[in-house]
């Protein structure tokens, strides 16, 4: 039994149709469910009695995985950061990650102290050093 022969439009949300966009969201979701299980599911399970190991499955479905990403977030505007994600990934970038330090970060105590109250004397000037210490 299909559980939708056509995707409903969301209907515009002027705060009372938040519960039925949800509805709509989550048919849509099993009718998608529901495509892949008697698409895509059968031709994976013929590739694997067939002997393909997994690099082979990921290099066949590749594009269809692509294409699956890109119409999610097209879908989806508000995911448009995901788009650059996509293509990185595609073009086998890894995502770049920066290890930050602080500069105060492998001080003794005494010296972390010593800068701390430098910065307040230079921070206020008009304020008695016996106060700041």
Known sequence: MKIQEKKKQQIPDNGNNMEENHMIDMLDALADFEEFRETVLPAIQKDLKAGLNAKQLREKYLAMIQAKQITDVLMNMDTIDGAQK????????????????????????????????????????????????
């Open 86 to 133: 996509i293509i990185d990934r595609e073009e086998g970038r890894a995502t770049e990650k920066q290890e930050v330090r602080h500069k105060f970060e492998d001080l003794p105590p005494e010296q972390l102290d010593a800068a701390l109250v430098s910065l307040l004397k230079k921070a206020n000037p008009d304020e008695d050093s016996e106060t700041i210490q």
